[in-house]
């Protein structure tokens, strides 16, 4: 399918005006700017949220992995923040943010890495809300893909406030901490939403050694619980070999770690914050995505930060099939050297005297490349979102 540009004017009203009683700042999506979104929506999930009792056992079948949408806002020149000790850069428009929680709505989990649970301290919920006559509404998903909450039943997180509008079903947050670093608590702005009623209960995937589980044995397990969340472990090896990207060995601290996941560290696997002196800790996003699918899982959105994209990126670069879409906010800025930046790293060849013979090759047959096909261009006020899903090169298994 040709690339394809999709314009669109705002509606004569505000377009993220909230409903009167709301407590808390809810926002709207425009119906008009949904229909190029529809495609790289997943499937509609079943009727009810996934139960958090259930555990996949090696007996039982392979559920189907789980539609993956990677999503996330970046600058002109592929960055997400100005450093990896600042504060979180604002990239988003009013519209495109919505659009971040429009997509949250659709699916059943949302993902971060443990460094943007550590330094941001994300709320990972739904704050859509749909006023009356809107949407076509009705059973779990209408046609535009919104999973609602049984108008206005807040019971398993949905979107708090009132006015006589839906209140969409919210997500499953899930933090990817393969050490157990984060320092979950009752404080924490995830368990808070939660504990409220206007969101999910934290999964945490870690690491499936005794140590790292260890971590999350105590008071941190009687936080989740507490509030419907729960401790994942996943499959996952220690790696002691040295690795070629220096950013993805991390100091131990949490305020390291935070740092070096946002910088993009642990690029080829899903190990972010792994790389002390115990060795590397690795996941890979199929043990991850099984996993999840495991437990109820049909569709996760992952947000962030820089270690856990690149890592994707890195890991689909070879089986470009465990992402189904892409959706990008492009916002007008330019964030400059030093910045957190995004992207796949080339791929070379095993052995160090092939590299740059390797290197030239692929240049000459437009190789080593990962290119998205089926894209659209979406105008979103000042911000253009780009949608789309990863094409196969001719290099990788999949196309063989």
């Known amino acids: 399918m040709p690339s394809t540009s999709t314009s669109a004017s705002a509606p004569p009203t505000d377009p993220l005006r909230s409903p009167p009683t709301s407590s808390s700042p809810l926002l709207q999506f425009p119906p008009h700017l949904l229909p190029p979104l529809l495609p790289y929506l997943p499937p509609p999930p079943p009727p009810s949220p996934p139960s958090p009792t259930s555990t996949p056992t090696s007996?039982?079948?392979?559920?189907?992995?789980?539609?993956?949408?990677?999503?996330?806002?970046?600058?002109?020149?592929?960055?997400?923040?100005?450093?990896p000790d600042a504060p979180p850069t604002p990239l988003s428009g009013p519209l495109s943010k919505a659009m971040t929680h429009h997509l949250r709505s659709a699916h059943d989990a949302i993902l971060v890495g443990v460094g943007t649970a550590i330094s941001d301290d994300p709320g990972l919920n739904c704050r859509l809300w749909l006023a009356p006559g809107d949407q076509a509404g009705g059973g779990v998903r209408g046609g535009d893909g919104v999973r609602r909450g049984g108008g206005g039943d807040t019971g398993d997180g949905g979107g708090g406030g009132s006015g006589g509008g839906d209140l969409v079903r919210q997500p499953r947050p899930v933090v990817l901490d393969p050490r157990g670093r984060w320092g979950v608590s009752e404080q924490s702005r995830v368990v808070r939403l939660a504990r409220e009623g206007r969101g999910l209960g934290p999964w945490v995937l870690v690491a499936t050694t005794s140590e790292e589980e260890e971590r999350y044995a105590g008071e941190k397990r009687r936080v989740l619980e507490g509030v419907g969340g729960r401790v994942v472990p996943v499959p996952a090896s220690i790696s002691t070999a040295p690795t070629t990207t220096p950013a993805s060995t991390?100091?131990?601290?949490?305020?390291?770690?935070?740092?070096a996941e946002r910088a993009g560290g642990g690029t080829d696997t899903a190990a972010e914050e792994g790389g002390n002196d115990k060795g590397e800790v690795r996941m890979s996003w199929t043990d991850i995505l099984r996993t999840l699918g495991g437990l109820g899982i049909k569709s996760l959105m992952v947000e962030g930060g820089a270690g856990v994209i690149n890592g994707i990126l890195a890991e689909a670069a070879q089986e470009p099939e465990l992402v189904k879409s892409v959706i990008v906010t492009i916002a007008p800025v330019y964030l400059g050297r030093g910045a957190v930046t995004v992207g796949p790293e080339r791929r070379r060849g095993r052995r160090r005297e092939r590299e740059e013979k390797e290197e030239e090759e692929q240049k000459e047959e437009g190789k080593g490349v990962m290119r998205l096909r089926d894209v659209v261009w979406v105008p979103m006020g000042e911000d253009v979102v780009l949608c789309g899903r990863l094409k196969a090169s001719s290099s990788s298994p999949s196309s063989s």
């Open 59 to 83: 007996t039982s079948p392979s559920p189907p992995l789980p539609h993956l949408t990677l999503t996330y806002a970046s600058s002109l020149d592929a960055a997400l923040s100005l450093s």
């Open 250 to 259: 991390v100091p131990s601290s949490t305020a390291a770690a935070a740092t």
